[in-house]
């Protein structure tokens, strides 16, 4: 076994090696050896590690190693320590005393259930990383003040230790996936600070602290399907006939106290386009009611499952998979007979189980493929599967009541109960007393008009009426709004710094300024705009005119008419009177306001301009020098407009624009399991003509411009296997690398934005170019890489690549790789 190429003794590169033991050569050196990296091997146990007596960096990861070396522990001047992703089950005491030098120590994705009782003595460790094992108790990491970087994801920790955030230098903590009840997980999100917040204002009067159940429960469902009906008589205690011109539109929200338990309800409404705004809002470990309407539903039908409910769980799945859906079957009272009832639960109560079913076994023979094939380049992915088939919706059996009955609402609020009972443990909290007095007075501020109506509100304004009444520091309020924020009771847009300053009260005004963009029927809602308020704006018909023609032809809304449209919702509200208001919430002619802000943040939409963003008359480009008289300033003030992707209806631009696919094209296909969330393609269309100015933008196809390079991105969701393809010109010989790195950033953007959709699993394959040819090549585990724009062009460091069929290509035609330059 030798070193890899130009490695000198101190530094060895053993990595991906199929190694089942450690190489003799490596073990003769002793003293000379200062790092080792033996990551993605098939080591399970690596005797003669002691022999290394002066390593600093030992990389065990990704192995096969089920016992933790005893080994280590004669490894006095270890500084960082990688043994994520193998199979160890136990740590035992006292190897830990002997690390003293050890700084960075990663047991991620092993199988631990405790840890040993003398970690703490590491006194110098910096950075640890126990995410995705089985621990319960992190007790045993109090006293490890120089601790600075903490990760304990999907694990089982229901209790946080208050000594852990004490005299501690502590600023990065990561816990999702644990079902945590003290401190609330709401309170988490918030931070460190947040975390040391609580405890602190928690010890204060023990006595005066609150324990209650608090559930965020979402009402979810197809339009007309009974969701209004169902949250309104739930909160009336008694059935409530909604009309249908009474329905939700955006989102509804209200609250219900049941027998102790407070239900914090949010009715989305069902239209495709408010879907887009849903993810805004939606959260995880929420109980979802799925309204189901019966009537309608047909057993011979397939489609009629598949758009009246499995469109629903499949999403929640994707986005909050540690959810409770409680499917409820609507407008029962409507069905011909009993029987027609029993026959239609049944039937759907069985499709839910085969869909479920359906999707473990997809995921399971993936995983199976990944092992057959070779785990130590894609080990990566395999926890991932892992990670999800771990991850179970839970979905109840089909509810079926007559929502036009008493019975019928007492039986629902009881399952609610029985449910909330048994699925959702951690919804319990305890919360110091100044969080609730701090919900109070808010309510109380509210109810005295000392915030106004609408509810938006100064950040400092609301704190100084905070300060006044409970006894807190301005730290603390700031941690409990950031709570209230994410249980849903107030909206503070902390994150975005056109916003930070800013917070909502009242939800409901903002969701309602949504929708007033958001919404199926926007072409008619211009169409109707009133005269009198187009005069007041400076308006004309004609204008008017041309808007819709935007909208319907290219997505675009412009600005001016974004103004008029949140005006006339603000009149409906009572609320175009307050000037401050308007000029928060609508902006300016030449500034945009807070709703435009959110909804660029959030990715529905992103600026553009109607016309030509250039002077025609200027006599040459000066970089930086208006040359733009009154008039042309006027006018592009009116051209400011905001492209949704959601309106477009074709192709055609990126079309024209692109020409026709060439059997050369540099291709890759990036699957997603199980398919493409409704609503993704729009939103990484927004992220990726952010980052690239020149753009044409389609229904389900996007092309970016960079120079005289084109990159095409299409939405493939038709096919069993849905897919993104990522396609462009072949490049010349000097231009691969710049064709690549555009490429890459797609790729990247499409990771990152996944991320918020936990219940989702990504692959790479570049398709073999050859004519006729069907087989798709596996990227191995690149995540790791796309950070490093170096070392993802080594991802194959051959020079040509053959498919599994016999064709033979030059690398760079199928994965990033410069040509000629070798890793």
């Not at 590491?122 to 990383?129: A, E, P, V």
């Not at 988490?188 to 928690?202: A, E, K, S, W």
């Not at 069993?720 to 690549?740: A, G, V």
Request: hydrophobic share 40%; aromatic share 6%; proline share 5%.
């Amino acid at each position: 076994m030798s070193r890899s190429n130009g490695q000198s003794k101190r530094e060895w590169d053993l990595s991906g090696r199929k190694l089942k033991a450690l190489p003799t050569e490596l073990l003769e050196q002793r003293a000379e050896v200062k790092r080792v990296d033996l990551q993605r091997n098939r080591l399970k146990q690596v005797s003669g590690l002691s022999s290394l007596l002066y390593l600093k960096e030992l990389n065990l990861s990704r192995n096969d190693i089920l016992d933790f070396p005893l080994e280590v522990g004669s490894l006095s001047l270890l500084e960082r320590l990688y043994l994520n992703q193998n199979n160890i089950r136990v740590v035992p005491e006292g190897l830990f005393p002997r690390l003293e030098k050890l700084q960075f120590l990663k047991l991620s994705t092993n199988r631990l259930s405790q840890l040993p009782a003398d970690l703490a003595c590491c006194q110098r460790l910096t950075y640890l990383n126990l995410s995705h094992n089985s621990l319960t108790d992190l007790q045993p990491l109090v006293g490890l003040t120089g601790l600075t970087e903490l990760h304990v994801e999907m694990n089982s920790i229901t209790q946080l230790p208050p000594g852990l955030f004490q005299n501690s230098e502590l600023s990065l903590f990561k816990f999702s996936g644990n079902p945590l009840r003290l401190p609330p997980e709401e309170v988490c999100v918030g931070g460190v600070r947040d975390i040391q917040n609580y405890f602190t204002l928690l010890g204060r009067d023990p006595d005066s602290n609150t324990t209650a159940c608090t559930v965020k429960t979402m009402f979810l469902g197809s339009s007309m399907a009974g969701k209004s009906t169902l949250s309104r008589s739930l909160r009336a205690g008694a059935p409530v006939k909604v009309e249908v011109d009474d329905r939700t539109e955006g989102i509804e929200i209200c609250e219900l106290e049941l027998e102790g338990v407070r239900l914090l309800f949010w009715d989305f409404a069902g239209q495709e386009e408010y879907y887009l705004t849903h993810h805004v809002f939606i959260t995880p470990r929420a109980l979802v009611i799925l309204a189901v309407d019966l009537a309608s539903y047909s057993v011979e039908d397939p489609k009629s499952f598949t758009e009246k409910v499995w469109f629903w769980i499949n999403n929640i799945q994707l986005r909050v998979p540690d959810s409770v859906v409680l499917p409820v079957a609507t407008h029962c009272d409507q069905c011909r007979s009993p029987e027609e009832v029993e026959k239609k639960r049944a039937h759907l109560d069985q499709k839910v189980r085969e869909a479920l079913e359906e999707r473990r076994l997809v995921l399971t023979l993936q995983r199976k493929t990944l092992k057959e094939r070779d785990p130590t380049q894609f080990s990566d992915q395999i926890i991932e599967m892992d990670r999800l088939m771990d991850r179970k919706l839970q979905v109840m059996k089909l509810m079926t009541i007559d929502c036009n009955e008493q019975e019928g609402i007492d039986t629902l609020k009881a399952h609610l109960l029985r449910h909330i009972e048994q699925a959702f443990p951690c919804a319990e909290r305890t919360l110091p007393r100044s969080y609730g007095d701090v919900e109070r007075t808010i309510h109380t501020l509210l109810e005295q008009e000392h915030i106004p109506r609408h509810g938006i509100v100064s950040l400092v304004e609301l704190r100084d009426m905070i300060l006044k009444t409970v006894e807190v520091s301005e730290e603390s309020v700031s941690s409990i709004l950031r709570y209230l924020d994410r249980i849903g009771l107030l909206v503070w847009y902390e994150e975005i710094p056109e916003l930070a300053e800013t917070v909502y009260a009242q939800p409901s005004v903002l969701i309602s300024l949504f929708k007033t963009v958001v919404r199926p029927d926007l072409a008619k809602q211009l169409q109707d705009l009133p005269r009198p308020l187009l005069r007041q704006e400076g308006v004309l018909d004609l204008q008017r005119a041309a808007w819709v023609e935007a909208l319907q032809g290219r997505g675009m809304l412009p600005n001016m008419a974004t103004r008029i449209l949140v005006l006339r919702e603000l009149k409906r509200l009572g609320l175009d009177e307050d000037e401050d208001l308007v000029s928060e919430v609508v902006g300016s002619r030449r500034e945009e306001g807070a709703l435009l802000s959110l909804l660029q943040h959030f990715q529905v939409c992103l600026p553009t301009r109607l016309g030509s963003p250039l002077d025609p008359a200027a006599p040459e480009f000066v970089p930086g020098k208006a040359q733009w008289d009154s008039d042309r300033l006027r006018q592009r003030e009116q051209d400011a407009a905001c492209l949704f992707p959601i309106y477009l209806l074709d192709n055609r631009a990126v079309e024209k624009a692109w020409g026709v696919d060439k059997q050369d094209d540099v291709r890759v296909n990036v699957y997603f399991l199980p398919e493409v969330p409704h609503g993704f393609f729009h939103r990484l269309t927004v992220n990726m003509c952010s980052l690239y100015p020149t753009h044409w933008v389609g229904k389900d196809q996007c092309l970016l411009c960079s120079g005289a390079r084109l990159v095409l991105l299409r939405e493939n969701s038709q096919h069993e296997d849905q897919f993104i393809e990522i396609r462009c010109k072949r490049p010349e010989p000097t231009e691969f690398r710049q064709s690549w790195d555009m490429v890459l950033a797609v790729i990247f953007k499409l990771w990152r934005l996944s991320q918020q959709w936990p219940g989702l699993v990504q692959q790479v394959f570049s398709p073999c170019p050859e004519a006729g040819c069907s087989v798709k090549l596996h990227w191995r585990d690149w995540q790791e890489l796309v950070s490093d724009s170096t070392d993802i062009y080594s991802i194959v460091p051959d020079e040509k690549v053959v498919c599994t069929n016999g064709h033979t290509r030059r690398t760079e035609l199928l994965f990033p790789k410069v040509p000629g330059v070798s890793k």
